[in-house]
Structure formats: structure tokens, C-alpha cells
């Protein structure tokens, strides 16, 4: 991929494709739609990253993420009240959690404070809101430890090194992970059920916004036009 290629802020107008499927995947619900946002964030990477994909290991990890989480993504669509199909789902979003993770430590380290913080928060929850209402011993055990890999891949976000907008573009794009994912045991498990208009629209921004910060990693923007970029993409897409 030329650098002359590269220095076109008009890149970032591909990011209109996969807001678009995934405005389609809310209003008409179909798999292909879901997968569409996802899918589309792997092809626009694969394109910038195009002859760097050796050197860069830790793309690979997002691109295998955004495989498996449209792989969960199948068998969430697909479950139709299975325990096994929605447990396989979490299985494969666990999947993906690791290459989140593994992006962040290659990135960085670990911010200690921060996952230990986020860990006794959500291990209370987990004690005390989803431990009572979960009578499936291996739903159980697979909630807990999706709970852990959640916190460390944020924890890891939290500790990447290098340009600080990229970093915090990436680090909001977990936290939304994380987010739709609470939303998602609230609306399974306790009796916070309406909530769940929220899990797809946030799930959909996450991988959006995981998509723009290795387009701005890659793009190696000044960081003034990072920061006004940022804030248009943010107040663009508020609810």
C-alpha cells in the first residue's frame, strides 16, 4: 500500500460501510447484515495493512477477533432458546476476547490497577446478581469465566503504549464490548430485560471504533486531526 494512498482522510469515509450494515443489522435483523460489520472491518484492514500483515501480528489478532465474534454472533442469531448454542456463542466470543487481549499486551501491558479495579466490580456482580439466577452449572462456569477474560482484555487496553488518541479510540471500543456484554447478562439473567435494545447498537460501535483506531494507527495521523476526527465520528453517532 502506497503512502500517498495513505494520506487520504477520505479512508475513513469507508467506515460509512460497515455503520451501514450495521443501521441494517438493527432495522431488519439478518445474520448477513450482523456479519457485515464485522466482515467489512476485516476487509478495510486487510486493504490498509496490505504487505505489512507479517510485520504486524497484532492486526492478525483483531482480524481472528472479528472471525470469532462473527462466528458467536451465528450462533447467538441461531440459538432459539439452546443453553448449548448460546454457550457455544459465548465460546467463541471468549475467542475473541484473547485476540483483543493479545492486540492489547503486544501493544503494551497490562495497567494492573485498573484490572484489578474492574475485576472486584464485576465479581461482585457476578456474585451477587448472576450467581443466584444461573441454575446451569456449565452456563454458569462459562459466564464467570467470560467475566474474567472481558476484564483483562479491557485491563489491557487500558495499558497500551504509543499514540494516546489510538489508544483511547481502541480502549472505547473494548469498553463498548464489555458494556453490550453486561447488558446482555442483565437482559438474560436478572430482571433488567428491557435493557436489551441496548446490547446490538453498542456491540456494532465497538467494532467500528475497534476498526478506526488500526485505521489511525496505520494512517499515523497528527494527533490534533486524530482528536477532531474523534469527536466528529463520536457526535455523528450519538444516540
Not at 477520505?10 to 447484515?33: E, M, N, S
Not at 457485515?36 to 477477533?65: C, F, H, N, P, Q
Not at 471468549?94 to 466490580?121: D, E, P, S
Not at 452449572?137 to 474474567?148: D, P
Request: aromatic fraction near 18%.
Amino acid at each position: 500500500m502506497s503512502k500517498g494512498f495513505l494520506k487520504g482522510k477520505w479512508i475513513y469515509g469507508l467506515l460509512t460501510i460497515p455503520v451501514v450494515f450495521a443501521i441494517l443489522a438493527l432495522i431488519y435483523h439478518d445474520f448477513a447484515f450482523k456479519a457485515g460489520v464485522a466482515g467489512t472491518g476485516i476487509i478495510l484492514l486487510m486493504i490498509l495493512y496490505s504487505g505489512k500483515l507479517r510485520e504486524t501480528r497484532d492486526v492478525w489478532m483483531i482480524i481472528l477477533a472479528f472471525l470469532f465474534s462473527i462466528g458467536g454472533d451465528w450462533f447467538l442469531s441461531n440459538r432459539h432458546g439452546d443453553t448449548n448454542m448460546f454457550v457455544a456463542g459465548i465460546g467463541l466470543f471468549f475467542i475473541a476476547h484473547i485476540g483483543y487481549l493479545t492486540y492489547g499486551l503486544m501493544n503494551g501491558r497490562l495497567n494492573k490497577a485498573f484490572t484489578v479495579t474492574l475485576l472486584t466490580a464485576y465479581l461482585l456482580f457476578f456474585f451477587l446478581k448472576l450467581y443466584p439466577s444461573i441454575g446451569d452449572r456449565v452456563l454458569l462456569f462459562a459466564a464467570l469465566v467470560y467475566t474474567l477474560i472481558s476484564c483483562f482484555s479491557l485491563g489491557a487496553a487500558a495499558g497500551i503504549k504509543g499514540n494516546i488518541v489510538d489508544k483511547w479510540v481502541y480502549f472505547f471500543g473494548i469498553l463498548m464490548v464489555l458494556f453490550s456484554d453486561t447488558i446482555i447478562a442483565f437482559s438474560e439473567f436478572t430482571e433488567y430485560g428491557d435493557l436489551g435494545f441496548l446490547i446490538l447498537p453498542t456491540y456494532y460501535l465497538a467494532q467500528i471504533s475497534v476498526t478506526l483506531s488500526l485505521m489511525m494507527k496505520r494512517m499515523n495521523v497528527n494527533h490534533k486531526s486524530s482528536v477532531f476526527f474523534v469527536l466528529c465520528f463520536g457526535l455523528n453517532n450519538r444516540p
